[in-house]
């Protein structure tokens, strides 16, 4: 089974703190995602990597950074943490699939819930 | 990407079939259709992916006309473990990104 883990379930910062969320993939999937999700918004991409050193820009990308320098390892940065982004933060991976396999999986984590005070 | 439009939310009794339908009036001719569920306090976590006609798996089936401009998902005998969000998604291989919307929350009634 694929295995997605995030570094905590829980946390809690302060206005102003630079925080990092980490997610680390056990199947040598090529992607990865970093998503948030809020009541009544739904799953929001904010950034993904397609391979190491690589990555692309989601929906809503301000006030977040990533970092892919392994394949198997995602983080998400916040540079200064704000209160409006206390929210869950949740981790996939997938792998490419090629020709008429389907669209990729997306297996996820089980998510890191942020307040930031 | 195509834009996929679910009901906000659904209630249904233990042991009924419940059909989810999800409508997606501009798919593409690569476009697969993917079902994710998602538990209270859990990631999503995939269901079944379809391309036309009928999919059937251990959990669910997958209807798919044949215009393919919607989707219904199909799940047996609902019991209340069956509460969850679940999300139609559309797209194809090599899309970079794929768009969960917002989801219908199913709430099963004993």
């Given at each position: 089974?694929?295995?997605?883990?995030?570094?905590?379930?829980?946390?809690?910062?302060?206005?102003?703190?630079?925080?990092?969320?980490?997610?680390?993939?056990?199947?040598?999937?090529?992607?990865?995602?970093?998503?948030?999700?809020?009541?009544?918004?739904?799953?929001?991409?904010?950034?993904?990597?397609?391979?190491?050193?690589?990555?692309?820009?989601?929906?809503?990308?301000?006030?977040?950074?990533?970092?892919?320098?392994?394949?198997?390892?995602?983080?998400?940065?916040?540079?200064?943490?704000?209160?409006?982004?206390?929210?869950?933060?949740?981790?996939?991976?997938?792998?490419?699939?090629?020709?008429?396999?389907?669209?990729?999986?997306?297996?996820?984590?089980?998510?890191?819930?942020?307040?930031?005070? | 990407?195509?834009?996929?439009?679910?009901?906000?939310s659904m209630d249904s009794y233990e042991g009924q079939e419940v059909n989810i339908?999800?409508?997606?009036?501009?798919?593409?001719?690569?476009?697969?259709?993917?079902?994710?569920q998602?538990f209270?306090?859990?990631?999503?976590?995939?269901i079944?992916?379809?391309?036309?006609?009928?999919?059937t798996n251990e959990v669910a089936s997958?209807?798919?006309?044949?215009?393919?401009?919607?989707?219904t998902l199909s799940l047996p005998r609902v019991s209340l473990s069956d509460t969850a969000?679940y999300?139609?998604?559309?797209?194809?291989?090599?899309?970079?990104?794929?768009?969960?919307?917002?989801?219908t929350r199913l709430h099963i009634l004993p």
């Open positions: 089974d694929v295995k997605v883990t995030q570094s905590s379930r829980y946390l809690v910062k302060r206005t102003g703190e630079k925080v990092f969320l980490e997610c680390v993939q056990d199947m040598d999937h090529e992607n990865m995602f970093w998503y948030r999700q809020d009541p009544g918004l739904g799953l929001r991409l904010i950034y993904f990597s397609y391979d190491v050193k690589m990555k692309e820009k989601g929906d809503i990308p301000e006030g977040y950074s990533v970092s892919r320098e392994k394949k198997e390892r995602f983080s998400l940065i916040l540079e200064s943490a704000s209160t409006n982004q206390t929210s869950m933060y949740l981790c996939a991976s997938s792998l490419t699939l090629a020709g008429d396999s389907g669209t990729d999986t997306q297996y996820f984590g089980p998510g890191t819930r942020l307040t930031v005070l | 990407l195509a834009k996929t439009t679910q009901p906000i339908t999800c409508s997606h009036n501009n798919i593409a001719t690569n476009d697969y259709i993917t079902w994710y998602q209270p306090s859990q990631g999503p976590r995939f079944i992916q379809g391309y036309k006609t009928k999919v997958l209807f798919i006309p044949a215009d393919r401009k919607s989707s969000v999300y139609c998604l559309v797209g194809a291989v090599g899309d970079d990104k794929i768009i969960f919307g917002k989801g």
